[in-house]
């Protein structure tokens, strides 16, 4: 067996152990040692059957990175030198080497095109996987719709020289950015299972023992592909806040339900009469400003026809809206994400009624609905239950006063003379 003393004839292996430290490359050998124990092959070599077990991997998608990491050999046998070789280049190596990694770990026919058919076959495995424990039986017809609605955010931009176009790697490259929960999963497929391996992580949905769970919008596969743009912090549970089939489609009770639950952050899911269902993640609360407000950490998403993520691009901060009881028409009442007034990314007005969704500069996303002009049917909210030592963290990092907090409302006050005099 190859060791991290041993001096390989194989400049590949050669190089990739310099990205470990002594310490890694031993363990990486115990783990060689145990996996090559249970693969009845006198220590010298890994079977697919140990491999297979150990990484959680099974079907299409465990077959093909044990063919990456064995180098193509299809000789059943992953040797030390094979684990970390691939090891370096998938964990250790730049973001364009792990992307080409995971690419030629999809190409199983080597022509540097991924047909929309050889990843249904992938994405199938890896929602089985995310989701055994819940639907162990599952059939891969369950996952269609999330399955078509991933592939939907694609672009299939080459032909692989028959009838079906595929994925250049410059299209796949692409999605990875729009589906960032799958980027993840298939990024961590070389780390042991666990409950917080990337990419794995789905949020536990909290509501009312009486709620209906088929009137929810938030079906645990949106939840997870959301979660994808988030911190594992972020990932552990969230809260049914509001729902407006449940608690009325009105402006002020949305408030009422959003406000002094001790979360800041939220996910705003809208369902229009056309049959979309998109949203945003609000990283601040729901308050009321005469202004665009929030931060980077906001986003918005698609989940239904289309699922796709688009991130703030920098292009400009007017992240999160919420303006209730202004009478200028040029503060218009309602919430929303991103764009400019009366040109929003995302915005549902104050009668909830009615609202907008338009092709948006400051999160580089197109407009989320079949119309620009939408008309809501159901919307609903979730807030993300922070764990405790977050809650801790973030507590002791709010500064200031409320006056402080709230710039636009301390502003007009000042006009009547009562404002404090906090710093500004």
Same mark, same amino acid.
């Not at 049914?240 to 800041?264: P, V």
């Not at 507590?395 to 906090?422: C, Q």
């Given at each position: ?106 190409? /199983?026919?080597?022509?540097? /095109? ?50 079906? $176009? ?73 809260? =049914?806040?509001?729902?407006?089939? =449940? ?52 986003? =918005? ?68 609905? $079949? ?54």
């Amino acid at each position: 067996m190859g060791n991290s003393n041993s001096s390989s004839a194989n400049p590949r292996f050669t190089s990739a152990s310099r990205a470990f430290t002594q310490k890694k490359l031993e363990d990486l050998k115990s783990l060689f040692a145990s996996l090559a124990s249970k693969s009845q092959s006198n220590d010298q070599y890994v079977s697919y059957p140990a491999f297979q077990e150990y990484f959680g991997l099974s079907g299409c998608l465990g077959e093909r990175i044990f063919d990456m990491v064995t180098q193509h050999r299809k000789d059943d046998k992953m040797t030390f030198e094979d684990l970390v070789i691939a090891k370096a280049t998938y964990e250790k190596g730049t973001d364009d080497e792990i992307a080409e990694f995971i690419f030629q770990t999809l190409d /199983v026919t080597g022509n540097g /095109v991924l047909t929309r058919s050889d990843l249904e076959s992938v994405l199938v495995v890896i929602l089985k996987t995310v989701f055994s424990t819940e639907s162990s039986n599952a059939e891969s017809s369950d996952y269609k719709e999330m399955v078509d609605a991933l592939l939907n955010a694609a672009t299939f931009s080459k032909s692989d020289d028959g009838s079906e $176009k595929g994925m250049s790697f410059a299209d796949f490259r692409s999605w990875c950015l729009l589906v960032p929960t799958i980027r993840k999963f298939l990024g961590s497929l070389l780390m042991p299972p666990g409950p917080v391996r990337p990419g794995n992580q789905v949020p536990h949905l909290l509501y009312e023992d009486g709620v209906d769970s088929d009137r929810l919008l938030l079906k645990k596969e949106y939840a997870w592909h959301i979660g994808g743009a988030l911190p594992h912090h972020e990932l552990e549970e969230w809260k =049914l806040l509001y729902h407006s089939s =449940l608690h009325g489609q009105s402006f002020n009770t949305f408030l009422g339900h959003t406000s002094n639950t001790g979360m800041s952050a939220s996910v705003l899911i809208i369902k229009d009469k056309e049959g979309c269902v998109y949203g945003g993640y609000a990283s601040q609360p729901w308050e009321r400003h005469s202004d665009f407000y929030g931060d980077m950490k906001s986003f =918005l998403f698609q989940l239904s026809p289309k699922a796709a993520i688009n991130r703030p691009t920098g292009a400009n901060t007017n992240i999160q809206w919420c303006a209730t009881n202004f009478t200028s028409e040029n503060i218009p009442n309602g919430i929303g994400f991103g764009g400019k007034i009366n040109h929003y990314g995302i915005f549902v007005s104050a009668s909830f009624d009615q609202g907008q969704t338009f092709e948006c500069t400051t999160f580089g996303s197109p407009s989320l609905s $079949k119309t620009s002009r939408i008309q809501p049917e159901v919307i609903e909210c979730w807030g993300i239950v922070l764990a405790s030592n977050e809650l801790d963290t973030k507590h002791n990092a709010m500064k200031g006063t409320v006056l402080e907090r709230f710039k636009e409302d301390r502003n007009m006050l000042k006009l009547v003379g009562m404002a404090g005099n906090s710093n500004d």
